[in-house]
C-alpha cells in the first residue's frame, strides 16, 4: 500500500455521490362544473363535508360555480382526488342530482 490514504482501485469518492432527486407525484385539481338542477344549499354542504370548507368559503365557492360554470374546489394527489370524485358524485347520486364533479392533471 502506499504512503497516503486513497484505496488503491480509485473509489474514493464513492460515498459522496449524489442520489438522485425523486419527483413529486403529480397533482390533480378536482372541479364541481354548473348545473340548472342540483340545489345551491346542496353544493355548500358537499364543499363542507368533503373539501373541509366552512360555510361563509363553501358558499363563495358554489356561487363562483354558479357563475362562472365551474371551480377548482381542490387540489390533491391522484388517489385523494379521486376518492374526492367519487364521494361527490355517490352523494349527488344518492339525492337525485345531476351534479358533476371531475378531476384533472394540474
Request: proline share 7%.
Amino acid at each position: 500500500m502506499s504512503g497516503d490514504d486513497t484505496p488503491p482501485d480509485g473509489d474514493a469518492d464513492l460515498a459522496v455521490k449524489a442520489r438522485p432527486r425523486t419527483k413529486k407525484p403529480p397533482m390533480y385539481k378536482v372541479m364541481l362544473m354548473n348545473d340548472d338542477f342540483t340545489p345551491m344549499e346542496f353544493v355548500v354542504l358537499v364543499l363542507e363535508r368533503f373539501f373541509g370548507m366552512n360555510h361563509a368559503e363553501a358558499f363563495e365557492i358554489m356561487l363562483t360555480v354558479h357563475k362562472k360554470g365551474l371551480a377548482v374546489v381542490g387540489v390533491f394527489s391522484n388517489e385523494i382526488a379521486e376518492t374526492k370524485v367519487n364521494q361527490v358524485m355517490q352523494l349527488a347520486r344518492e339525492h337525485q342530482h345531476p351534479l358533476q364533479c371531475t378531476m384533472e392533471k394540474e
